[in-house]
C-alpha cells in the first residue's frame, strides 16, 4: 500500500478513529494488525519473513538477556545476526553474489552459469532487519532490555508509517511510545498533517514531475549529449532528495496522529558544506545506524589516521552494498567514502576556507555538485552507463529553449510551476536550518498562514502527477 494511494487514504483514518476510540490496553494490538495488513497489501506470503525475522530477534534478544557468560551472549547474538542476515542476503543479494563470481571466474578463463532465484525482493526488508538487528545488539550491550511482550516488540518492529522505508527507529525511541498511553493532543496531529501535506507536495509535485524527464533521458542514454545528460544528472538529485524526504515526511507527519514521536530524517542536506556534514544531514537514521554498529566497532577514530580512513572506507562500501545488489551502488560508497577521507586530510585548509561567508557558499556548492555527479552511479543501470552520463554531459552543450520544447516536452508553464516549487523548497530547507518551519508558520496571524496552506494545497491539486507511482527507497 503506497502512501499515495487511494487505499492509504482509506485505510489511514480508519485506523486513526479506530486508534483513538480503543482503550489504551488495545492500542498496541490495533497498531500491530493495522501493520501487518499494511504490510500484507504489498504480498501476502511475504509477511512470514518479517514474522520470522521478528521472533528470531525476540527469542535472541532474551536468551542473551538471560547468560551470565559474555562467549554464550556472543554466540547467541551471532546466531540471531546470521538469520537476519540470512533472510536479507537469501532475497537482495543471492543472485548479485552468484553473477559476481561467475564474472570473477571468466576473468581466470573459467566458464559456468550462474545460479539465480527468480525472487520477488520483500519491501522494507532492509529497513526492517537493521531495526532487528540493532535492537539485538543493544541489549547485547547493556543498552536495552530485552522485550518480553512479544505483541509489544511486534508492533515496534512493523509499525506501519515507518515500516517500508524508515526512519530505522532505534529501541530506546520507539519502543516506549509503542507501549505508553498516548492522550490526544490536537496540537501534534495537525502539526502531523501539515507536515504529511509537505511530504506529499515533495513526492507528487517535484520527485514524480521531475522522474518522468529523468526516466526518458536515461531509458535512451545513447541518443543523449550535453544538456539533456546535465539535466538528468542535477533532475535525479532533486528527485531522489524529494522523493526519500517526502517519504520521511509523510511517515514521521503519520506517526504524530498517532502521538507517536519518529526522528529526524533529513535536515536540509543539500545545503551541507562538506561530505561529511551531508551525510550527518541525509537518511539521518541509517547513517547514525552505521556510524554506530559498523565504524564505532570497527575502531572508528579511536585509532591511527590510517586505520580510521580504512574504517570510513569500510563503512561507506557496506552502506553503498545495503543500497541495492549492484557494484554501481558499491562504487557510489565508495566515492562517498573516499570524498570524507579525502576532507579529513585537508580539515584545515578546509576549516579556513568556511570561515567567511564566500567560502563557505563555495564550499556548499562544490558539495551540492560532487553529490550530485556521485548520485550518477545510484541512478545509472550499469557502471558504463554511469561513466557515458559523467563524460559526455558537457558535449554540445546549449541552453537554449530546443532542449525544453523538443526533447523534454516541458511546457513553458510547466517550467514555471517546477522552478516555483523548487524555489519554496529551497527557501523552506534553507529557513529550516535555524527554525522549525512548521512551528513558526503557526505563530503568525491566522490570515497569513491560512493563505500560505491554501496555496500550497492548490499546488497539490494542481501539479500533482497521479500515477501512485512508488517511492525510489521501496527497491531496497
Known amino acids: 500500500m503506497l502512501f499515495n494511494s487511494f487505499a492509504f487514504v482509506i485505510f489511514l483514518p480508519t485506523v486513526f478513529v479506530l486508534y483513538w476510540l480503543s482503550p489504551h490496553q488495545y492500542r498496541w494490538a490495533l497498531m ?14 511475504y509477511v512470514v519473513l518479517i ?3 521478528t521472533s528470531v530477534s525476540y527469542g535472541g534478544a532474551l536468551l542473551i538477556e538471560k547468560q551470565e557468560s559474555k562467549i554464550k551472549k556472543k554466540i547467541i547474538l551471532t546466531g540471531t545476526i546470521i538469520c537476519c542476515l540470512g533472510v536479507l542476503f537469501f532475497f537482495k543479494y543471492f543472485n548479485f553474489v552468484s553473477e559476481s563470481i561467475v564474472s570473477i571466474l571468466k576473468l581466470f578463463a573459467i566458464q559456468m552459469n550462474p545460479i539465480t532465484l527468480n525472487l520477488l525482493l520483500p519491501v522494507g526488508i532492509s529497513f526492517y532487519t537493521f531495526q532487528t538487528m540493532s535492537y539485538v545488539i543493544d541489549v547485547y550491550n547493556g543498552v536495552a532490555h530485552a522485550e518480553k511482550h512479544f505483541g509489544y516488540y511486534a508492533a515496534f518492529i512493523s509499525f506501519f508509517p515507518q515500516l517500508v522505508a524508515g526512519p530505522i527507529e532505534r529501541t530506546s525511541n520507539l519502543l516506549p511510545q509503542i507501549k505508553e498511553k498516548h492522550e490526544f493532543n490536537y496540537d501534534q496531529a495537525t502539526y502531523g498533517m501539515k507536515l504529511m501535506t509537505w511530504g506529499f507536495l515533495k513526492k507528487m509535485c517535484i520527485a514524480d514531475v521531475i522522474a518522468v524527464h529523468v526516466d526518458s533521458i536515461y531509458d535512451s542514454l545513447n541518443t543523449n549529449t550535453g544538456f539533456p ?14 522523493d526519500f524526504s517526502g517519504y520521511s515526511d509523510i511517515a514521521i507527519g503519520t506517526a504524530k496522529l498517532f502521538g507517536i514521536n519518529l526522528m529526524t530524517n533529513f535536515r536540509s542536506p543539500y545545503f551541507s558544506d562538506s561530505i561529511k556534514t551531508f551525510w550527518s544531514r541525509w537518511h539521518i537514521s541509517l547513517s547514525t545506524w552505521f556510524r554506530d554498529y559498523v565504524y564505532i566497532p570497527l575502531g572508528g ?21 545495503w543500497h541495492g545488489a549492484n557494484w554501481t551502488f558499491v562504487i557510489w560508497g565508495g566515492i ?6 579525502a576532507e579529513n586530510a585537508l580539515k584545515t585548509p578546509l576549516d579556513k576556507l568556511k570561515h567567511n561567508k564566500i567560502g563557505h557558499l563555495f564550499s556548499v556548492i562544490i558539495t551540492f555538485i560532487f553529490c550530485s555527479y556521485a548520485w550518477t552511479f545510484f541512478r545509472a543501470e550499469s557502471f558504463y552507463d554511469a ?16 532542449y525544453f520544447s523538443n526533447i523534454i516536452g516541458m511546457s513553458p508553464l510547466e517550467q514555471i510551476k517546477i522552478l516555483l516549487l523548487l524555489a519554496i523548497l529551497a527557501m523552506f530547507d534553507f529557513a529550516s536550518l535555524k527554525i522549525d518551519v512548521i512551528e513558526w508558520m503557526h505563530s503568525k496571524n491566522i490570515m497569513f498562514r491560512w493563505l500560505v496552506y491554501i496555496v500550497l494545497i492548490m499546488f497539490l491539486f494542481l501539479c500533482a502527477k497521479v500515477g501512485n507511482d512508488a517511492f525510489i527507497y521501496f527497491q531496497f
Do not use: E, P
Not at 229 to 242: D, S
Not at 388 to 400: E, M, N, R, T
Open 32 to 45: 500491530l494488525v493495522a501493520s501487518y495488513y499494511f504490510y500484507m497489501s504489498w504480498d501476502v506470503k
Open 336 to 341: 562517498h567514502g573516499l570524498a570524507q577521507i
Open 387 to 402: 561513466i557515458y552520463v559523467i563524460v559526455h554531459a558537457f558535449d554540445g552543450i546549449s541552453l537554449g529553449k530546443h
Open 229 to 242: 545528460l546535465l539535466l538528468a544528472i542535477f533532475g535525479f538529485t532533486i528527485q531522489i532528495y524529494c
Open 301 to 321: 577514530n579511536r585509532c591511527s589516521k590510517l586505520r580510521q580512513s580504512i574504517n570510513v572506507f569500510i563503512t561507506f562500501l557496506i552502506s553503498g552494498l
Open 51 to 53: 514474522l520470522f525475522t
